[in-house]
C-alpha cells in the first residue's frame, strides 16, 4: 500500500497532537501514525491496584541498563501517549532555566533561544490545554502576555492549612497550575456541568470521565470531529523512516499494521514519538546516507538523555487527611538555592492522595517490615503526599541506544545533590511549619526503581542548537541533515529545568507548527 500525504505526524502524544491540531484548518492532507490503540475505558481505571500495582497500561518492554540489568521503562502506548495517565501539572521553565545555571554537579546548559521565543506559545498552550491557575502567587514564575484562561483549583482545608502554615515561616506556596476540565462551584464543589468531580484518581490514572487535559480529549477528538482531512491510524507501528538518495529528504514511512508492512509518502514528516522513541526510530532507519542513524551526523542522536530527579514523598501526620483531591499546591523557594545551599534543588508540589493498594504493593523501608498486617488503610487516611522534582544534568553517556537488536538505556547520576537537599528542607519544612511527621519514601508511582524506569519526563536525547557538530535539530526543530524532518517532543531540550515538561512540549510544538505551516 503507498499513500501521499501534505503531513505525517508520528506520535499522538501532546507534542504531536498540539501541533495537528494547529494544522489541521490548513484543510491539507494530513496522517496521523500511532502505534497504540484508544485507552479501553474501564473500571480498571480507577483501581489503584490495576494500574499502579498491576500496571496494566504499561507498556510490555523490556530493556537493558549499561550494567547488564533489565527493566520495564514506564511507558505507554496510547491515542494521547503518557498524557493519558498524566498528572496534568503544567508549569512554565522559569526565565533563568533558559540560560546557563550553575548546579552543584555542574553545568545546565542555555538554550539556544530565550523564554520570549517560547512566551506567546506558552500561552496559547494554556489555553489550549485548559490551564488552571493564579498569576502572582509564584515568586518564579516568568512574565506572561496572558492571565491563565481559568481559576485555579481551591485547597480542600488541610492543604488551605498546610498552605496557611508554610507561609507563616516566610514561604511563598502557589496553587499547582494543571490542566483540568473542571468548574467550581463558590464553595469549591465541581459544578452541575463540571467534566472532573475533583475525584482522588487524577495523578497517574486514565480518566473516566475524560476530566483530565490530555492530548486525545483536547487536540485528537475534536481535530478528528472537525477536519475530515485528517486520518488518524492507530495500532500502526513506524518501524523505520526511508530517504532519497541524497538522503535529504525522508521519501517512505514504514509502518506495521496489523501485521502487514505498508509505506506512507509526506511533504513533510514530523517524529513525535516521545524522545526515547523518537530516537531509536532515527537510530533504526540508519542508511547508506545516514550509517549512524537517521539525521546522526553528528552522533549525538538518542545522547544528552534527561529525566528528572525524582521522588515521591508521603508524610505520616497524626492527624488524618480526609483531602480528597490533594494535588493543589507547589512551592518552589528552593528551586535556585535556599540559605544553607548555594545550588539549585528544585520544585516541590502535592501529589495524588495515596491509596491503600498503592501503598501495599511497595516495598516497605525495614523498620516496617515487622509488622504483620501492616495498617495500610491507616497510613493512606493520614499520609499527605509530596513530589520532588530536581534538575539532572545532560551528559554524552547518558543515552538510549541499540545493541545487538535490543534497547539500552545506559544512565548515570549527574547532579544528585540537588534532590537530596531538597527532601532535607522539605523535612525541616514540615517540621518549622508545625506538621509531625515521619518521612516515607514511595516509589511505585514511577516503577520500583526510579533510577531505571523512571522515564515519564524524557527529554532530551536530539537536542536543538545553531551548530550541526553538536545538535540533532536546527533552531525550528527540523533536522540539521534534512530538509523535511521535523522533531516535536521534549527530544529537543538542551536542558530540563526542574518544572514538570509537558506544557514546554506543547508550546514548543505549536511553535514548529507555525514554521510548518510557512511551508504546506
Ligand atoms: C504517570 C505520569 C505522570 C505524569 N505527570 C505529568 C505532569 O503532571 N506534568 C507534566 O508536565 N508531565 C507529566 N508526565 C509526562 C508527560 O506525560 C509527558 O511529558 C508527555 O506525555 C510527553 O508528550 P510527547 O508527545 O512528547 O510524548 P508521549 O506522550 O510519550 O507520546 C508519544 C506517542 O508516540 C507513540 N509512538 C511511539 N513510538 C511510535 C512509533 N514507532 N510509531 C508510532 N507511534 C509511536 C506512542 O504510543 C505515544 O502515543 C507524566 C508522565 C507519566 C507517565
Ligand atoms: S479528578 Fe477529575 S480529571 Fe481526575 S480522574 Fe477524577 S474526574 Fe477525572
Redesign the pocket.
Known sequence: MHDHYDLIV?????????LAQRLAPTGKRILM????DYLPRSEKNWSSQSVFVDGIYQ?KETWTNATGKTFSP??????????????????RLRERDFEEVMHAGGVSPAWPLGYAAFEPYYSQAEQLFHVHGQRGEDPLEPWASTPYPHPPVRHEPKIAQLDADLRRIGLHPFHLP??ILLDENPDGTPTAGSICMRCSFF??FPCLLNGKAD?QVICIDPMLAAHDNVTLMTK????RLGTDPSGRRVNAVH?TRGGAQEIYTADIVVV???????A??LLRSASEQHPDGLANGSGQVGRNYMRHHMSVLMALMPEPNDTVFQ?TLAFSDFYFGSDDWPHPLGLVQMCATSHAPQIRGEVLPKWLEWLPRAPFEQMARHSMDFWLQAEDLPHPDNRIHYKEGAVHLDLQETNPQALHHLKRKLKQVLTDAGHPHVLLKRSL??GKDILLDG?????GTARFGTDPAKSVLDLDCRAHELDNLYL????FFPSIGA????????AN?LRVADKIKERL
Open positions: 508520528i506520535g499522538s502524544g501532546p507534542g504531536g497532537a498540539a501514525l500511532e502505534r497504540g507498556a514506564a511507558l505507554h502506548y496510547f491515542v494521547g501517549g503518557n498524557s493519558k495517565v498524566y498528572g496534568g501539572a503544567l508549569l494543571l490542566g495523578d497517574g492530548a500502526a507501528y513506524v518501524s509502518v513525535a514519538c516521545g524522545a526515547l522513541s523518537s531509536l526510530l494535588k508511582y514511577f522515564t515519564a519526563h524524557q527529554a516535536a517532543d521534549a527530544s518544572v514538570n515538561p509537558t506544557l514546554t512540549i506543547i510544538a
